[in-house]
């Protein structure tokens, strides 16, 4: 079973579009985020939760909101899709709101905005 | 100055050679650390955590230098499944949130 699942794997999608990716975890973490990975390999966070609330809020624009139904799922939704979100986007999920936790990543939606 | 800098490489090492990376992190309030290793087109994954003491693992040892500001991954005796990127990762708790910054990666490519 896998512990973080992400869908799609793939997206590619026309400028403008709104797009979203899913993230699910089976091992009951308390804790859940957002990455971007650019094409020089830069991976930054975009957003943390912890227990379906928002705890961490990077300088990301709007278009993108995160939602979590509950703490085992948080999803991203992207509005108004630019060239510039084209990346590969991780979801990551850790035991608790704790900085020594280890993060346990997704295989990653490769996002291509033509 | 970035918050988190790794010397992105690319290292070509013989097999069996001895390699070693450093990290260097600018916010002197940083208090946790980690090493994760990246496969192409892979998701990350935890190599291993960073001591204060300095750790080991089979034939990875992580060290901490918090008066330079600095972690270090050593790899002995190097396989060719050590091939992957190292991402440096450095955790910075502030009062509500920790602030989790990931090194942009050193490529490591060992040859036969």
């Known amino acids: 079973d896998t512990a973080v699942s992400q869908t799609p794997k793939y997206l590619v999608t026309q400028m403008g579009n709104d797009k979203s990716i899913k993230c699910e975890q089976n091992l009951g973490h308390d804790t859940m985020y957002w990455y971007k990975q650019d094409s020089k390999k830069f991976l930054k966070i975009m957003f943390s939760?912890?227990?379906?609330?928002?705890?961490i809020n990077e300088t990301v624009p709007n278009r993108f909101s995160p939602k979590s139904p509950d703490k085992a799922h948080l999803n991203l939704h992207i509005n108004s899709l630019e060239l510039g979100d084209s990346a590969v986007y991780f979801c990551?999920?850790?035991?608790?709101?704790?900085?020594?936790?280890?993060?346990?990543f997704g295989p990653g939606t490769r996002l291509t905005v033509l | 100055r970035k918050e988190v800098e790794q010397d992105p490489g690319p290292f070509n090492v013989p097999e069996g050679a001895t390699v070693a990376f450093n990290c260097t992190y600018s916010n002197s309030a940083s208090q946790s650390f980690f090493w994760y290793r990246q496969d192409c087109r892979k998701e990350p994954k935890l190599l291993m955590s960073v001591y204060s003491s300095g750790n080991e693992d089979g034939r990875f040892t992580a060290q901490l230098n918090r008066a330079s500001q600095y972690i270090s991954l050593l790899i002995r005796d190097s396989k060719l499944s050590d091939s992957a990127t190292y991402l440096c990762?450095?955790?910075?708790?502030?009062?509500?949130?920790?602030?989790?910054?990931f090194g942009s990666g050193t490529r490591l490519s060992i040859r036969p």
């Open positions: 990551a999920s850790a035991d608790r709101l704790s900085s020594y936790n280890e993060q346990f």
């Open positions: 939760y912890n227990n379906k609330e928002l705890i």
């Open positions: 990762v450095v955790n910075t708790k502030y009062s509500s949130a920790s602030k989790i910054i």
